[in-house]
Structures are given as structure tokens and as C-alpha cells.
């Protein structure tokens, strides 16, 4: 999908979600349970996640929504964490595997069972890209991030960094001194 259109169907989706001030992952929790008649529970992994291992996960019982994250890493990347599962719940998406038949029986007061369905969750490209841009735009909207400039990447970090960014088009130059 392409990124200008993603980010445009992602806004609509995020459009009717009122963000907190100040923001939190917490309270935008306690807004979408209430607005879903439907308990969500944020709950810290046990461990640290490893490389090729999911940071995050969106557990879906008769009883609630269980929104599962790495609380080892940075409080900016536990909330991204904490959005992108955000992002497949308010898109709806489904996995594509027999996660849920598992699911039934999972016992989510024992650590050592949430760990081992970790790595049995599967969701497609296009869902990852959809739960990816939700998180980004909502945490553009609760100026976490930063909004998208013409640079992107390295070149967009160091502009950022540098506190040029803007400078471009306003027109402002640097000279040598």
C-alpha cells in the first residue's frame, strides 16, 4: 500500500478517537474500553523480549481485550508498543492462524504459557503496516513524535536533531561565518 494513502486511511480510522491531555497509554486504554463496553488491560510481558520475538501482543478473551508489551525497553517505545497493538484492535484485524482455538484455554495469570503463544501470532503485511501508522499518528497527535517532514531517515533525524526542521520552507538559509 502506498505510504501517502495508508496514512490517509489510517487518520480516518484514528479520527473519531479523542487522545487524552495530557496523554497516556493508560487513560487512552480507559477511553477505548469505555467507549467499547469492554474491558482493556494493559499488562507488562514478564521477561524482556528478545530479537525475532514480538515486543507486543493483542490478546482477544470472552472476558476483555489484553494488550501485552515489553516494559524493559524506553517509555516512548512501550507506548508505540502499547499503539501499534492499539492499531489492530481499532482496525479489527484477525489472525491468520488457529491462535484463537489456543487462545480459549490460555491462562493469562501464567507467565510461562503468554510466552510461548508469543511466537505463534501472525498478522499480514498490510495489517502490520495499518497497526504501524496508527501507532505513529497517534503518538504524532500526543506530540510524542514528531510530525513527517520532506526528510526522512538519517538525513530527517539530523534535521530534527539539529532543530532545523521547518527552516526549509520558510525559506531560512545558513551562511558561513
Given at each position: 500500500?502506498?505510504?501517502?494513502?495508508?496514512?490517509?486511511?489510517?487518520?480516518?480510522?484514528?479520527?473519531?478517537?479523542?487522545?487524552?491531555?495530557?496523554?497516556?497509554?493508560?487513560?487512552?486504554?480507559?477511553?477505548?474500553?469505555?467507549?467499547?463496553?469492554?474491558?482493556?488491560?494493559?499488562?507488562?510481558?514478564?521477561?524482556?523480549?528478545?530479537?525475532?520475538?514480538?515486543?507486543?501482543m493483542w490478546l482477544v478473551t470472552e472476558r476483555g481485550d489484553?494488550?501485552?508489551?515489553?516494559?524493559?525497553?524506553?517509555?516512548?517505545?512501550?507506548?508505540?508498543?502499547?499503539?501499534?497493538?492499539?492499531?489492530?484492535?481499532?482496525?479489527?484485524?484477525?489472525?491468520?492462524?488457529?491462535?484463537?482455538?489456543?487462545?480459549?484455554?490460555?491462562?493469562?495469570?501464567?507467565?510461562?504459557?503468554?510466552?510461548?503463544?508469543?511466537?505463534?501470532?501472525?498478522?499480514?503485511?498490510?495489517?502490520?503496516?495499518?497497526?504501524?501508522?496508527?501507532?505513529?499518528?497517534?503518538?504524532?497527535?500526543?506530540?510524542?513524535?514528531p510530525a513527517p517532514s520532506r526528510l526522512s531517515g538519517m538525513?530527517?533525524?539530523?534535521?530534527?536533531?539539529?532543530?532545523?526542521?521547518?527552516?526549509?520552507?520558510?525559506?531560512?538559509?545558513?551562511?558561513?561565518?
Amino acid at each position: 500500500m502506498h505510504w501517502r494513502r495508508l496514512r490517509r486511511q489510517c487518520r480516518k480510522v484514528i479520527s473519531g478517537i479523542p487522545l487524552p491531555e495530557p496523554f497516556s497509554a493508560q487513560e487512552l486504554c480507559a477511553r477505548l474500553s469505555a467507549e467499547r463496553a469492554r474491558p482493556l488491560h494493559l499488562l507488562p510481558l514478564p521477561t524482556p523480549t528478545v530479537p525475532g520475538t514480538p515486543s507486543g501482543m493483542w490478546l482477544v478473551t470472552e472476558r476483555g481485550d489484553y494488550v501485552f508489551y515489553d516494559a524493559q525497553t524506553s517509555p516512548l517505545h512501550q507506548e508505540h508498543i502499547i499503539m501499534h497493538e492499539i492499531g489492530h484492535m481499532v482496525c479489527d484485524h484477525r489472525s491468520q492462524g488457529d491462535e484463537q482455538r489456543l487462545f480459549r484455554h490460555l491462562d493469562i495469570t501464567d507467565p510461562q504459557s503468554i510466552r510461548q503463544v508469543l511466537p505463534r501470532l501472525r498478522y499480514s503485511d498490510e495489517q502490520e503496516q495499518e497497526a504501524e501508522m496508527i501507532a505513529t499518528l497517534i503518538l504524532e497527535a500526543a506530540g510524542r513524535l514528531p510530525a513527517p517532514s520532506r526528510l526522512s531517515g538519517m538525513l530527517g533525524g539530523l534535521e530534527s536533531a539539529m532543530g532545523l526542521r521547518g527552516l526549509r520552507t520558510t525559506g531560512a538559509s545558513c551562511s558561513r561565518g
